[in-house]
């Protein structure tokens, strides 16, 4: 089979599962059904690796920091100027357990270092996951942050209301 349709099977397995994923009303839910629908076709062996095209790459992490800076608003500097310092706090917190939990993965159960520490940062999957190819394991990282971020859309927002359930639909 030719690389083009190749490629044009896993973008379609990752657009189907993404919009069917849409029905499911979690956050996030396109970006974990597509990266479920071309994971599945990609670990089930019967097509080749992906190849994308020259430049590909570039222009989807083009895209990628697009759609995130595009939430930073005015008002996200607004309340940063509230809420820097435990921005600060979750910041370092998180970043110094991410480097822990990686370097104990990393001995404890004798993966790969890089993976390992990639795979605990606290970065979103597609950053990580962009980040990882860099070092040559992407798709390694990928499977930690997808199960991590899956794991998070179905969980915290359960706690959220169990815990917290008269701040529900308030500013």
Known sequence: M??????????VAGTT???????????????AGALLGAGIVSM?????????????????EIGIGTVIGTGL?????EQLQVLWKPALLITVTLVLTGIVIGLWSSRLLGIDPVVALLGAA???????SLVGAEFGVGA????LHAVRLITVLLVIPL????????????P
């Open 73 to 77: 608003t005015r008002a996200s500097l």
């Open 122 to 128: 606290p970065g979103g999957i597609s950053g990580m």
């Open 44 to 60: 089930s062996g019967q097509l080749d690796q992906a190849v994308w095209p020259t430049g590909t790459r570039t222009i989807l």
């Open 159 to 170: 706690v959220v209301r169990l815990v917290l359930p008269s701040s529900l639909g308030q």
């Open 140 to 143: 390694a990282v990928a499977a």
């Open 17 to 31: 599962l993404g919009l069917l994923a849409l029905l499911s009303g979690i956050p996030a839910a396109p970006l």
């Open 2 to 11: 030719s690389p083009l349709a190749t490629l044009m099977l896993y973008l």
